[in-house]
Structures are given as C-alpha cells and as structure tokens.
C-alpha cells in the first residue's frame, strides 16, 4: 500500500468511525469526565519514519495507562530482569486493569505490569534518591520516545489523587505483602504520587505513534534514531503487551487483531506492528473495559484491512 492509500484509508476510517457515539468518558476521575467528546485523531508513524495522521492529532490528552509497558521497559533497565520477575509476574489476569483479588492469591506478587497493581509495584522500582529525580527519569524517557518535551496535566493529576481510594488500596496491600518498600504512610504517598504523575503526562496520538513506532522498531526512535530499549527489554515489552496490554479483552484483541496493543482511560490507544508501524488513536469515549470505542474499532479495521496481524 502507498502514502496516498493509507492517507485514504485513514480518512475514511476517521470520517465512519467519527459517526458513532457510544461510551463515556471516564468519570472515576472527575478531570477526565470534562473531555471533548467529539475529538478523535489516528496517527501512524512507520519504522523509516513516514508520518501519516488525521483528525485532532495535536490535541493533548494524558497517557493513563499506556505509560506501564514503557516504564515497565524503564524499569528493566535500571533494575534488571531478574530483580523486576521477582516482584511482577507475566500471566494475563483476565480481570479488569484495577482488579485486586490476585493479590491475595498464592504469591501476592501482582499477575503482570499493565494492571494497576503492577504498574504501581513496577512505579516503586523506579529508584532516585527523590521523588523529583525518579519522576524525571520517567518524564525524560517519554521526551525520548515522542521525540519532544512534555508536561504533567497538573489537573487530571490532583484529580485522580482526590479519588483514588482504590489504588491506595491496592498500594497499600503490595506494602503489606512486600513487594514493595514503601510502608511508611509519606512513602506511599509518593509511590502514588510518581504513579498519578507518570499517567498524567499530556501527549497528543502524534506522540503516542512514534513510541509505538520505537517499539515496532526493536527499540530505536524512527525519527531521532535513539536506542531506547535494548532489542531483548523490547522483546519483553512487546510480549507483555501482546497478552496483558488489553487487560480482561487481550484473548479477543490477539485473536481478531494479533499485534501488540496498551489501551488507556484518557481515550488513547496504541498498536504495535513488529518491523513496521506504530499506531495510535484517541476518543475519549471509552467502554465498561476502558477502552476507546471509535479508537479500538478505527485500528481494528485499519489493521485488518491491511492484514497486519503478526500471524498473516
Ligand atoms: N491512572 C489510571 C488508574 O490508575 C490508569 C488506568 C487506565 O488507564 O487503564 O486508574
């Protein structure tokens, strides 16, 4: 397929998709309730670096959860893998992102990395000697996988610290059966803090497509030829997302789409296409699952129509 083929088929796929109005936006955070319903943007960016996009792709939106596959990578990195595979498993759950009852399974240990539970465990061993120097790790890895610099959505951030009761709850069980080292009440305030933070970094689908052209690219940045992760860390991300990354839905999306894919509560969604493209998407109109409705069916067919699954 051609520029001018995938430009069309973007359009058309934006202009169809655009039509439909179904979910919500999340309202657990009262800050991401107040989204345009009406934005929605599909980028595409390609492991030699041609970008292809429509719709609102400059409209900033928070990561949410699509930040755990690539601080999961970070983590590697700073800490080994032997040390992260002792604190975070890699087994699907097939239960929601916020889901509590594996902790108290047999090794308390979270199931996988991009459930709450483990993202926030996999938060705690991101080391700094403080709280500003371990959020700048993390806010400095996004600034080299999107090729610009970022900010912290400040709002959806004290948002989502005012409700949270749920992942203080969960951060609070992982302190219990220590799998973190936090204890002291302060210390888990950060941990929740750095992890509030880490999601509410603002990035537009044009972001989104070149991180997930870097892992479609073994690694390296497409467009400023960074190595960011090491061809086994980014074998690593891309299994974990392949099996986890569409939380309770991952069975259906590997079998109907079959490429790597993170969904997030703000609307954004990424696909990964081993060798040659990264794609994102956002609505923040999003199901009972917590993913974007027009996003999840825009790459499904995009990906379909040009038989992109792992697997053809
Ligand atoms: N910050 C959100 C939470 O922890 C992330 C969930 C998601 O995007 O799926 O609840």
Same mark, same amino acid.
Not at 15 to 29: D, P, R, V
Not at 34 to 41: L, R, S
Not at 130 to 143: H, Y
Not at 209 to 224: D, K
């Given at each position: &397929?051609?520029?001018? $083929?995938?430009?069309?088929l973007?359009?058309? #796929?934006?202009?169809? =998709? #655009?039509a439909?109005?179904e979910?919500? @936006?999340? !309202?657990? +955070?009262?800050?991401? %309730?107040?989204?345009?319903?009406? =934005?929605?943007? #599909?980028?595409?960016v @390609?492991?030699d670096g041609? *970008?292809?996009?429509v ?5 900033p939106f928070?990561?949410?959860s699509?930040?755990k596959?690539?601080?999961?990578g ?7 893998k032997e040390?992260?595979?002792?604190k975070?498993g890699?087994?699907? *759950?097939?239960?929601?992102?916020n889901?509590?009852?594996?902790l108290e399974?047999?090794s308390?240990r ?8 483990g993202?926030?465990?996999i938060?705690s061993l991101? $080391?700094?000697?403080n709280i500003? /120097?371990r959020l ?13 610099p970022l900010?912290?959505?400040?709002q ?6 005012? /409700?949270?009761h749920? !992942? ?8 219990n059966f220590d799998?973190?080292?936090e204890k002291?009440e ?5 941990l929740?803090d ?5 999601c509410? +970094?603002?990035v537009d689908?044009?972001?989104?497509a070149? &991180? %997930? %052209?870097t892992?479609?690219n073994?690694?390296?940045q497409?467009?400023?030829?960074e190595?960011i992760?090491? /061809?086994d860390? !980014?074998r $690593?991300?891309l299994?974990? &997302?392949?099996t986890?990354?569409m ?5 259906d999306w590997?079998y109907s ?5 993170k969904s ?12 040659? &493209?990264?794609?994102? %998407?956002y609505s923040?109109?999003? $199901?009972?699952?917590g993913?974007?409705?027009?996003a999840?069916r825009?790459?499904?067919?995009f ?9 053809s």
């Amino acid at each position: &397929m051609n520029s001018n $083929d995938i430009n069309k088929l973007l359009n058309h #796929l934006h202009q169809k =998709h #655009l039509a439909c109005s179904e979910g919500s @936006t999340a !309202n657990y +955070i009262p800050e991401l %309730a107040k989204a345009n319903k009406d =934005h929605f943007a #599909l980028s595409v960016v @390609t492991v030699d670096g041609q *970008t292809f996009e429509v719709g609102n792709f400059e409209q900033p939106f928070t990561l949410q959860s699509i930040s755990k596959p690539f601080v999961y990578g970070l983590a590697l990195e700073l800490r080994g893998k032997e040390k992260i595979l002792s604190k975070v498993g890699v087994e699907p *759950t097939g239960e929601a992102f916020n889901s509590i009852i594996e902790l108290e399974k047999s090794s308390h240990r979270p199931y996988n990395p991009m459930i709450n539970s483990g993202a926030i465990a996999i938060c705690s061993l991101i $080391d700094g000697k403080n709280i500003d /120097t371990r959020l700048s790790k993390v806010l400095s890895l996004f600034e080299r996988l999107s090729g610009k610099p970022l900010k912290i959505d400040e709002q959806v951030f004290l948002s989502e610290k005012s /409700t949270a009761h749920r !992942n203080r709850a969960i951060t609070h069980l992982l302190a219990n059966f220590d799998i973190i080292e936090e204890k002291s009440e302060r210390s888990i305030e950060e941990l929740l803090d750095l992890y509030f933070k880490q999601c509410s +970094i603002l990035v537009d689908t044009r972001n989104l497509a070149q &991180m %997930a %052209a870097t892992l479609a690219n073994g690694g390296v940045q497409p467009l400023t030829s960074e190595r960011i992760y090491s /061809t086994d860390f !980014n074998r $690593d991300i891309l299994s974990l &997302m392949f099996t986890c990354g569409m939380y309770d839905t991952a069975g259906d999306w590997a079998y109907s789409v079959g490429v790597p894919a993170k969904s997030g509560v703000s609307g954004g969604l990424i696909a990964v296409v081993p060798g040659k &493209m990264g794609i994102a %998407a956002y609505s923040p109109l999003i $199901d009972h699952h917590g993913h974007s409705i027009r996003a999840e069916r825009a790459i499904k067919e995009f990906a379909k129509t040009l038989s992109l699954s792992i697997f053809s």
